[in-house]
């Protein structure tokens, strides 16, 4: 009787254990198949750098479009829209203001840090695009044309002029930005945690990741891709 009661709990004991297994191992799947999806990365290539035609484009990515008054309309390009992907433009000149060839007029700021973008001319500020520094998704679905963000009333265009760039030559340029923009990227340490999220898919570029550099990398960007010394 004493053995029987024995065997009768040792089998109760295993099927509990058995029940508890299942249970867990149904936990445990449930909780996998419930994980978060990779989140899918914005990326560009040399090749969808869009560049439109008639414009003049500075060595510090800004472009100009001359008005039949003599004024210049200034915006930034798409290379500066996709590896800055700004989330807010802060104007460093109001109306009226003088400014020299090599000054910063306007700050980027892209997830906390500040980058430059400087005037290719010298001039008057005689307005400013307050629509598009208000509302960055228009300039980032299109940087160019009416998504203008300065006007400037130049001192005298002509002397620098020739240092600016039109035509076909803009779009071999572009190129030869985005490969050295990457070759920047491979000499420069991201933040440690985020080391890695640089380049995807081959080589492709993660749009807005100069946010991802660090103070010296940020310098550096400043120092190779926008100003014009």
């Known amino acids: 009787m004493v053995a029987l009661f024995v065997l009768l709990t040792f089998v109760l004991i295993i099927s509990i254990n058995l029940i508890v297994t299942k249970v867990r191992e149904k936990r445990i799947s449930v909780f996998e198949e419930t994980q978060p999806e990779p989140v899918a990365k914005t990326v560009f290539t040399k090749e969808s750098i869009y560049v439109p035609q008639g414009l003049y484009y500075s060595k510090g990515h800004t472009w100009l479009n001359f008005a039949e008054d003599g004024?210049?309309?200034?915006?930034?390009?798409?290379?500066?829209?996709?590896?800055?992907?700004?989330?807010?433009?802060?104007?460093?000149?109001?109306?009226?203001?003088?400014?020299?060839?090599?000054?910063?007029?306007?700050?980027?700021?892209?997830?906390?840090?500040?980058?430059?973008?400087?005037?290719?001319?010298?001039?008057?500020?005689?307005?400013?695009?307050?629509?598009?520094?208000?509302?960055?998704?228009?300039?980032?679905?299109?940087?160019?044309?009416?998504?203008?963000?300065?006007?400037?009333?130049?001192?005298?265009?002509?002397i620098v002029l020739p240092s600016f760039k039109i035509g076909k030559e803009v779009v071999n340029w572009m190129k030869e930005e985005v490969n050295r923009f990457k070759d920047l990227l491979a000499h420069l340490s991201p933040k440690p945690s985020l080391v890695g999220a640089t380049l995807y898919d081959g080589g492709n570029i993660v749009e807005g990741v100069v946010r991802l550099l660090d103070e010296n990398g940020i310098s550096k960007f400043e120092d190779e891709f926008l100003k014009l010394s």
């Open 71 to 158: 004024k210049l309309k200034l915006g930034i390009d798409d290379f500066i829209n996709k590896v800055l992907k700004p989330g807010k433009i802060y104007s460093l000149k109001t109306e009226g203001d003088k400014v020299s060839r090599g000054e910063p007029i306007f700050e980027i700021l892209a997830n906390g840090r500040r980058v430059k973008i400087y005037s290719p001319v010298d001039g008057v500020i005689t307005s400013l695009n307050n629509s598009i520094l208000e509302n960055m998704s228009l300039l980032r679905e299109n940087p160019y044309r009416d998504n203008w963000l300065i006007e400037i009333e130049p001192a005298d265009v002509k």
